[in-house]
């Protein structure tokens, strides 16, 4: 049973200019492991690209979640990257569900889709 949908949209150009103006914006966004991974990243594009990607994801969970950020902070919630290279969410207080998560990239915005479901054997 599905308990909650989440969207978001962002300009890329709105985290890269929070980049230029202050990069704390990193930290408060990313988790240690998602910041590791990150910092490995080879071109500006591409770490822009990822920082939105994930903070448009961390966006749709809140709402997935009916929480919105405040409740839930960006650091409870964590996107790593599966062998297949899909990314996979996990957030503190939501073991026992079932996260679905979808993030896509254009060359001017990042949006993410997140599907939240009771997991069968935990109802």
């Known amino acids: 049973m599905i308990k909650g949908i989440g969207l978001d949209l962002i300009e890329l150009?709105?985290?890269e200019?929070?980049?230029?103006?202050?990069?704390r914006i990193i930290e408060r966004i990313l988790t240690p492991s998602e910041r590791e991974e990150f910092y490995t990243l080879e071109s500006n594009k591409r770490k822009i690209e990822y920082?939105?990607?994930?903070?448009?994801?961390k966006e749709a969970f809140a709402k997935a979640?009916?929480?919105?950020i405040g409740k839930l902070r960006f650091q409870d919630i964590e996107i790593q990257s599966c062998e297949s290279g899909a990314p996979k969410l996990?957030?503190?207080g939501y073991e026992k569900v079932n996260i679905?998560?979808?993030?896509?990239?254009s060359n001017d915005y990042?949006?993410?889709q997140v599907v939240i479901e009771e997991d069968e054997q935990n109802a």
């Open 65 to 68: 979640a009916g929480t919105g």
């Open 110 to 112: 990042a949006a993410a």
């Open 51 to 57: 920082l939105s990607g994930r903070f448009a994801a």
């Open 17 to 23: 200019q929070s980049i230029q103006t202050n990069n």
């Open 13 to 15: 150009k709105r985290i």
């Open 100 to 105: 679905f998560l979808s993030i896509t990239h």
């Open 90 to 92: 996990t957030a503190s």
